[in-house]
């Protein structure tokens, strides 16, 4: 069982950083896989990037560009994303989304868990 709470949403203008943060409530943190995906009004929910329980693994939809860097810290319960060089285009709700451990390179279907979301505004 896990508790997902989003912060660090807001606005910012295009060229802007955010970071964004996700804090789980469980006592066995290190045994999910968390990720991050965003929704744009009259779009489907879509991935953004994703970590492994253990920290290590990372991907990334192509569309962050580089932009995007997704940090993990199992001490603190804790997934950030450090998004930079923000554009119009990256206007979303940004949704922290975790599964129980899988193989590395497992397709992330929808999470077992979703947590309520934080806003993100672009503007140019």
């Given at each position: 069982?896990?508790?997902?709470v989003?912060?660090?949403?807001?606005l910012v203008?295009?060229?802007?950083?955010?970071?964004?943060?996700?804090?789980?409530?469980?006592?066995?943190?290190?045994?999910?896989?968390?990720a991050?995906?965003?929704?744009?009004?009259?779009?489907e929910?879509?991935?953004?990037s994703?970590?492994?329980?253990?920290?290590?693994?990372?991907?990334?939809?192509?569309?962050?560009?580089?932009?995007?860097?997704?940090?993990?810290?199992?001490?603190?319960?804790t997934?950030s994303?450090?998004?930079?060089?923000?554009?119009s285009?990256d206007?979303?709700?940004?949704?922290c989304?975790?599964?129980?451990?899988?193989?590395?390179?497992?397709?992330?279907?929808?999470?077992?868990?979703?947590?309520q979301g934080?806003q993100v505004?672009?503007s140019s």
């Amino acid at each position: 069982q896990i508790q997902l709470v989003e912060s660090g949403g807001g606005l910012v203008q295009t060229g802007g950083s955010l970071r964004l943060s996700c804090v789980a409530k469980t006592i066995t943190f290190e045994t999910f896989d968390v990720a991050w995906f965003r929704q744009a009004p009259g779009k489907e929910r879509e991935f953004v990037s994703s970590v492994t329980g253990n920290g290590i693994e990372t991907d990334y939809a192509d569309y962050t560009k580089d932009r995007f860097t997704i940090f993990r810290d199992n001490a603190k319960n804790t997934v950030s994303l450090q998004m930079n060089s923000l554009e119009s285009e990256d206007t979303a709700i940004y949704y922290c989304g975790a599964r129980y451990s899988a193989p590395y390179g497992t397709t992330w279907g929808s999470p077992d868990y979703w947590g309520q979301g934080t806003q993100v505004t672009v503007s140019s």
